[in-house]
DNA sequence: AATGAATGAGACTTCATTCAT
DNA sequence: AATGAATGAAGTCTCATTCAT
């Protein structure tokens, strides 16, 4: 006899606040809605989180640190263009991985979602890394635009070009584009 | 002459919403930060509008129209790339104004800002409009880069790559890097 | 014709709370109990005053405005024997006072309640004004214990004693045990 | 021998809820505080107690029987001024224990503080034990003084006037100008 | 053209308490 | 002897909105 399997509602918060925070942001998402299509109190979200803005940082947690591990590999790579490619292709299936989680930053560009600052500071370091070295004001820029399209590539398009491409077709199709912008 | 020299309150919500909607999103802006920004009471503000919505509408009905006129001269162009380049363009041109306004559509990818169906409805068309005929999936993917580009380029770059360039400056620049993406 | 007398609802707040306040404490008393027994709801109250914390200070306000008063004039007297009594005669009024608008420090010597330290400086300052010169530690012990018996005469001995001495009988008697107190 | 070495968390918490409640209040006092302050869970204090009442409750206990040991003893004294000082000084006495243990009723006169009953109930019958017979109510008032500034004496006189007196001379001298309060 | 006063709904959070294990 | 998980009630506070004046 094994132990009934805890429904492990810690799992279940993360889960269901995942969606929610995506589907209609961390402001409009309350507690209440939570816990209610779970089927707790809100106080049981107490028990597991010390507050709301904690539960938004461990959402978050997986998807940061797949990222910061990145940085580190990335870090020692020369600044080469197929270097780089190389970083942005990896950095494309650490998207995609997320994504497949669910559509975990649909609102990158927000401030008000807490736990963001270690986000922008990943998104920082990898713009300086995919630049060539003494990069132009344009080349600059086009690195920005890569990364950028990079995300709303499976953030938004992913959704909208529904179903006539497999993950992998849409992949494929997404970094051919973008490694053209990256300069 | 008769008008007292008007005081116009109705411009100042406005102006101050923007600004506000723009900084810390529509849900984080409450009334009364509006309104005592503005030296009035919250009741002042239901003088104007009927509602919380209807400023935030009446804040993006310039903007919009200037759209959706713009939409109404690129029906009448044919879909060579040239005209599409041309439709861009202008395209580039009604987003530049609208930012110097304000930066007026920082959250444009959020559902929560009330009047943003007809916000969709442009990018839709518009996007249909920049397509090449029969365009393949790849290319409809472009098109939508180049677009998304073209708002995060005025959005977001513009701020942070401060102030190397000049307005105009940065808008060839960007249209340089964004006419490369368009199919 | 007169405009009806507003029921002035700012000042039932005040004068509610210091009921309250006082018979139960600052931490047991609720902004919904407070709300209920006047009538109104309680956003009422965060119409009239920002926090719970401003009602407590503002009932304490005009009490303690009354002590600085005093204090400003204690100052500038001599620190003999006459004076001092003088002093402790004329703050034996301010605390008759505010017991008669209502009993207003019953929990003087609780840190919970806000806008404390202000009263808690004030009776450090009297103290120091009551004490003779060069005070010896027996000296400053009984100044304090003067003036906490002129306090917990006025609050607590006054409500028991009841009926049987007017308020004026029981200044006098009081004040006859206090300087008999007071080195 | 057979117990284990008792870890005696029953008496941590009478100890932790002792040093919250005199620095905070009661009302302030959370279990959670105190659970955390001794590293259990806040169950453990329920197996223990079966309310935060009963922790408060049991707290005061030693303190209370003391107290109540004592008017057995003081019943059989005639009311003499000299058998009326012996009893004030064991009183004394019993108060600087209970403080030693720690200072357990700086809020005296709270109602919120449970077990407070049965504390009034020593005090007014003590406060009748120390009047002289057929007390005016001015000795009667002297000595409700009397009693009062022996609490606070210990309790917060002591703390303030710190390092200069040993607790005994302490005792001394507030005894002296307390015995002449006494009438 | 605007204010002063108020409301009702709902937000996040904390607390004492319970109970199966 | 104690924990892990959860609850229900209550707390403070904020917000968009209304309405008589």
Same mark, same amino acid.
């Given at each position: ?35 209610? %299509? ?40 020369? %600044?080469? %263009? ?7 292709? %990896? ?93």
């Amino acid at each position: 006899m094994t132990s009934e399997p805890r429904t492990d509602t810690r799992a279940r918060i993360q889960e269901v606040a995942l969606e929610l925070f995506a589907k209609q942001g961390y402001e409009k998402t309350s507690l209440r809605e939570i816990s209610e %299509r779970i089927g707790v109190t809100k106080a049981a979200l107490y028990y597991h989180f010390k507050t709301k803005e904690d539960i938004a940082a461990s959402v978050f947690e997986d998807g940061l640190k797949a990222m910061e591990e990145m940085l580190v590999w990335a870090r020692t790579k020369p %600044r080469t %263009r197929e270097a780089r490619a190389e970083i942005l292709r %990896r950095y494309c299936a650490v998207v995609r991985d997320g994504i497949g989680r669910s559509r975990f930053i649909q609102q990158t560009d927000q401030q008000s979602m807490p736990g963001m600052e270690r986000f922008f500071a990943v998104m920082y370091e990898l713009n300086a890394l995919l630049q060539p070295e003494n990069a132009s004001t344009r080349e600059a820029m086009q690195t920005g635009l890569a990364i950028h399209s990079l995300h709303f590539g499976w953030m938004k398009m992913r959704a909208l070009s529904g179903g006539d491409l497999t993950e992998d077709e849409f992949e494929e199709t997404l970094m051919g584009i973008v490694l053209d912008i990256l300069p």
